[in-house]
């Protein structure tokens, strides 16, 4: 695959979405589900935590409060992205964030305790070398987490790459557990998010681009978001 070429389009949209306010919309639709998760993830004091495909930041601030003294490392493509959580960031947080890719990142090897990232990795354009490359920055028992909406059982989502022009990986529970274990990650484990706040009023639903229909967002919503649960052996 074109990883540059496909680089290249991920930024431009991103940096377009983020010029278009749609980072502070996604921390709306996702920070229930990404609340839940990170409660979910056992942070400990100290952690040093890995948030990829972070977007404006909110995640990655939200991962360096939830412990003590952790810190998080936000990366993403898009420098528009990049440069909202900079402008977010606030100097009592932790957190740091950088451009730069999934499947070729700038960073040391062992060296995060937990792993992050939500609603992101299924846009990249060679998700097996993101996960070796997430496995090498990890230390020894630390654990990754990833949180998609878009995946192969939750049927809602298929015409998603139509509707917003950006390539995306369809794979199933299994497929992605598979891609796991293929980069050498141990322990997989997989379960469903779904949204606490609850589909709302249909009254006052406001179609978008990924749920232009009341249907297609209770479709989606009910699916629940698809969480994966891997660790880098010991
Ligand atoms: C749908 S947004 C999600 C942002 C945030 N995690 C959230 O849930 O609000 C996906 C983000 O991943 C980034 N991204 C996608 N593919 C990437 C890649 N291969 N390398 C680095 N960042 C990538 C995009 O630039 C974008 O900001």
Known sequence: MATSSNHQILAETFDRW??????????????????????????RAGDQILDLGCGN?????????????????????SPAMIAEAERLHSNTIRARYAVGAF?????????????????ALYYSPDPAAALVEVLRVMKPGGT??????????????????????????????????AEFERAGFVELAARRVVDS??????E????????????????????????????KPR
């Open 57 to 77: 930041g909110w995640s990655t601030r939200l991962l360096a409060k939830a412990a003590a003294g952790a810190q998080a490392t936000g990366i993403d493509i």
């Open 18 to 43: 983020a010029a278009a306010g749609r980072a502070a919309e996604m921390e709306v639709e996702h920070g229930d589900v990404a609340r839940q998760v990170i409660a979910g993830m056992g942070i």
């Open 197 to 202: 706040r609850g589909l709302g009023e249909p």
């Open 144 to 177: 990754f987490d990833v949180v998609i909406e878009y995946y192969a059982e939750n049927e809602g989502t298929a015409f998603w790459p139509e509707q917003t022009r950006v390539p995306m990986i369809r794979w199933s529970e299994a497929q992605w557990q």
């Open 103 to 119: 499947e070729k990142l700038d960073l040391p090897d062992a060296r995060f305790q937990r792993g992050f990232s939500l609603e």
């Open 204 to 231: 006052r639903f406001k179609p978008s681009l990924c749920y232009p229909s009341w249907q297609t967002w209770s479709d989606v919503h009910s699916a629940g978001f698809l969480w994966l649960h891997a660790v």
